[in-house]
Nanobody, 130 residues
Framework: VQLQASGGGLVQAGGSLRLSCAAS????????MGWFRQAPGKEREFVAS????????YYADSLKGRFTISRDNAKNTVYLQMNSLKSEDTAVYYC????????????????????????WGQGTQVTVSS
């Protein structure tokens, strides 16, 4: 499985960016895709996740309403639309993938943990200037 994240860049506070994560290497029907971010000097944190087959989404509570995760099955691509960006959103953003064998795996809070995911992309830098 290969994950290629892109779309990062420099944006002013209040602006928007859309990140993409192109997935390849196999069929992703039973996968959960996640976005994480890591700011300088901080731990990696969960941003959002989506199940590839049913499109069930979860978000970090602090980002609800500003960030939207979606997927395009035909393009094998997951997106993270980020609006009303703030300086504290500055971070390297990573996409990740988890193969699930049961629907119940995508429940509880496991999907919020980076260790739950099997595969990671290389990250894309997002810098928000104030």
């Amino acid at each position: 499985v290969q994950l290629q994240a892109s779309g990062g860049g420099l944006v002013q506070a209040g602006g928007s960016l859309r990140l993409s994560c192109a997935a390849s290497g196999r069929t992703f029907n039973n996968y959960v895709m996640g976005w994480f971010r890591q700011a300088p000097g901080k731990e990696r944190e969960f941003v959002a996740s989506v199940s590839w087959n049913f499109g069930i989404t979860y978000y970090a509570d602090s980002l609800k309403g500003r960030f939207t995760i979606s997927r395009d099955n035909a393009k094998n691509t997951v997106y993270l639309q980020m609006n009303s960006l703030k300086s504290e959103d500055t971070a390297v953003y990573y996409c990740a993938a988890k193969l699930t064998t049961r629907a119940t795996e995508y429940s509880g809070t496991y999907y919020r943990q980076g260790s739950w995911y099997n595969y990671w992309g290389q990250g894309t830098q997002v810098t928000v200037s104030s």
